[in-house]
């Protein structure tokens, strides 16, 4: 049994993953973390990580950025890997988390999706085939209007697998407006839309002479996000100091 702290407990990805632990016989959440303590969710809930003295296996985090700095050391401090979902963290932040995983086991993923940790495999061999016969290639993706981070994590993610895949060579282009002039070859552009209740979408376009090649995923709910962030908890308890990834579970 793979005992949870979740931290964001009462966020909406926060009881999502809570209603999807209570039907997993493998895992249990024995304690949670937030800063607003106004639902009965059949665990104890903390104001902050540093007050939750509950042993458990695993941290899974879908919080504010801004808890990230202490999270961090409460791990290390505790010896409790994390599972690192939340978006938006600065290049400071980033590379504090690189240290850590040193301490201890970190998972981090801009998206918890099956469906997007295949898809940024089969972007990296369409990328180095339509590259080289010159297609240009742009990413749309679409989030609700609640979303505050833009481009999204996931957006970034994808663009990342595709330039490691032509060798670190494209630059990203976030807003035309305010350039005149011709798009060159070696970018992959990125447009956020938002709006209503999307929940998540990412279009990746390829786009060549007299043809146009486009993958797309579509989330239909944050289910598919808990589900991932579960498995990832359940993958990292007992694992050693590392940074991991979507991939490491997928395999």
Do not use: W
């Amino acid at each position: 049994m793979t005992r949870i702290i979740m931290h964001g407990c009462n966020g909406a990805m926060g009881q999502v993953i809570s209603g999807i632990v209570q039907k997993d016989e493998f895992a249990s959440i024995v304690a949670g973390v937030d800063i607003v303590d106004n639902r009965d969710n059949g665990y104890p809930v903390f104001s902050s990580i540093e007050k939750c003295e509950i042993e458990a296996d695993v941290i899974i985090d879908f919080a504010s950025p801004k808890a990230n700095d202490k999270l961090l050391e409460y791990g290390i401090n505790k010896n409790i890997p994390i599972v690192l979902c939340t978006t938006g963290l600065s290049e400071e932040q980033i590379q504090n988390i690189k240290k850590a995983s040193s301490k201890v086991a970190i998972f981090k993923s801009a998206n918890m999706s099956l469906g997007i940790t295949i898809l940024s495999k089969l972007l990296q061999k369409a990328a180095t085939a339509l590259a080289a016969a010159d297609f240009d290639i742009e990413i749309v993706e679409r989030h609700h209007n609640q979303k505050v981070d833009a481009p999204s994590g996931t957006a970034l993610l994808l663009a990342d697998s595709i330039n490691e895949a032509l060798n670190q060579e494209y630059n990203y282009v976030y807003d035309r407006s305010g350039v005149r002039e011709k798009r060159t070859k070696k970018e992959i552009g990125i447009s956020a839309i938002r709006g209503g209740t999307i929940v998540g979408e990412h279009e990746v376009i390829f786009a060549g002479t007299d043809e146009v090649i486009e993958f797309k995923h579509t989330a239909y709910s944050k289910a598919v996000f808990a589900k991932g962030a579960v498995e990832a908890a359940k993958f990292l308890a007992g694992q050693e100091p590392g940074l991991y990834d979507m991939s490491d579970v997928v395999g």
